[in-house]
């Protein structure tokens, strides 16, 4: 079936069968903590993608700032990782939306997330299309992840705003958004060069910040670390570089396309 609006007739009656109360105020079903932090885990490239596309000095970190928000699932449905500017927090508490809970078609009714699901491609879906209240003022639209190394779509990605319906025009911010990550991920796993395998995540996130002309003292607050914890992986990096100043492993990661000079993940 490859029509939406026949898709969503299906969802809505699939929802109805399910139980799911339609004048429900708040997301209930959920991961357990140590399942959520387990999924965290394994999920941690494209988290990690994610906080470089949206950081501070991005251009993509401009939606968030116009009530943007983004939301990574599992490929089950349950949220790994939200994405939004503290303005919208209070909001999202009155729901209980918070990382881990189910946007699965038997917990909350249609929304954008289930129907990518079904369909294994991109859908739009305005407010009056969901099912439950919750998301009455909603527009959201839902990509998949794929993972070309492994032939798979291992995430489904969800860009919504509240009472603004430019669907079309999100719809193509991502898609851009996938494709990235998706390259990345493409890259991580064509990279298995010395320098490469033997940088951590956070190694990683130190170069990025550093890119971005950060001095040493808003990396710590950029990414919440100790200021011993910095010394200790960057004393690492400039042993594993071969180099002795914060400028030298910056361009060695940029000459070895382990970040762009902006700072991007490559």
Not at 45 to 71: D, M, R, W
Not at 120 to 140: A, D, M, P, S
Request: charge should be neutral; glycine fraction near 4%.
């Amino acid at each position: 079936m490859n029509n939406i609006y026949e898709e969503l007739i299906m969802s809505i009656g699939e929802s109805k069968l399910s139980g799911v109360d339609p004048n429900k105020n708040r997301f209930k079903k959920m991961l357990d903590e140590k399942e959520l932090a387990r999924q965290k885990e394994d999920y941690k490239s494209i988290i990690y993608i994610l906080y470089i596309i949206f950081n501070s000095k991005g251009v993509f970190a401009n939606l968030l700032k116009q009530g943007y928000f983004f939301v990574l699932c599992d490929k089950d449905g349950y949220v790994i990782r939200l994405i939004y500017d503290q303005k919208l927090e209070e909001y999202f508490s009155r729901l209980h939306f918070v990382e881990g809970v189910s946007l699965r078609i038997e917990d909350c009714g249609t929304n954008a997330i289930n129907i990518a699901m079904k369909l294994k491609r991109q859908v739009e879906i305005c407010g009056t299309e969901h099912y439950c209240h919750l998301f009455k003022n909603w527009y959201c639209t839902a990509i998949p992840i794929v993972d070309y190394h492994e032939k798979e779509i291992i995430a489904y990605l969800d860009m919504s705003v509240m009472n603004i319906d430019c669907l079309k025009q999100d719809s193509v911010i991502l898609w851009k958004i996938a494709d990235y990550i998706e390259k990345c991920l493409w890259h991580m796993h064509e990279k298995d060069d010395y320098l490469s395998s033997k940088l951590d995540h956070l190694d990683r996130l130190i170069l990025s910040a550093m890119a971005c002309k950060y001095e040493r003292k808003i990396v710590l607050k950029e990414i919440g670390i100790s200021e011993r914890t910095l010394r200790r992986h960057i004393e690492k990096l400039y042993e594993l570089f071969n180099v002795n100043n914060d400028l030298g492993i910056v361009m060695k990661a940029i000459n070895n396309k382990i970040i762009d000079t902006y700072g991007n993940l490559l």
